[in-house]
């Protein structure tokens, strides 16, 4: 099983990014999703998450707003669509997937992380 996470980069603040993460060797269709991101010298955190059953979303509240959470059970994919993107969001962001009902403390599979870097 694989989590392969993409859409990374250098952008000016308020600019955007989508992060995109395909997942291989298995269905995930009864898995929730989320995006995490860590900065240097800060814990890891959740942004965003999105059930795999009734597609219901989380968002940090720093992002509300400003990010959404998408997925794509057709292709085993999801997807973090970045606007008015700051200096504040820069981080290396990764995707991960637990089994619907389970927390966000258990972790079934991580993506390997992109880095997501905001200019001022």
């Known amino acids: 099983v694989q989590l392969q996470a993409s859409g990374g980069g250098l952008v000016q603040a308020g600019g955007s990014l989508r992060l995109s993460c395909v997942a291989s060797?298995?269905?995930?269709?009864?898995?929730?999703w989320g995006w995490f991101r860590q900065a240097p010298g800060k814990e890891r955190e959740l942004v965003a998450s999105?059930?795999?059953?009734?597609?219901?979303?989380y968002y940090e509240d720093s992002v509300k707003g400003r990010f959404t959470i998408s997925r794509n059970n057709a292709y085993n994919a999801v997807y973090l669509q970045m606007n008015s993107l700051k200096p504040e969001d820069t981080a290396i962001y990764y995707c991960a997937a637990t089994r619907a009902g389970n927390s966000w403390l258990q972790v079934d599979y991580w993506g390997q992380g992109t880095q997501v870097t905001v200019s001022s």
């Open positions: 999105i059930e795999g059953i009734g597609d219901s979303t």
């Open positions: 060797g298995r269905t995930f269709r009864r898995y929730n």
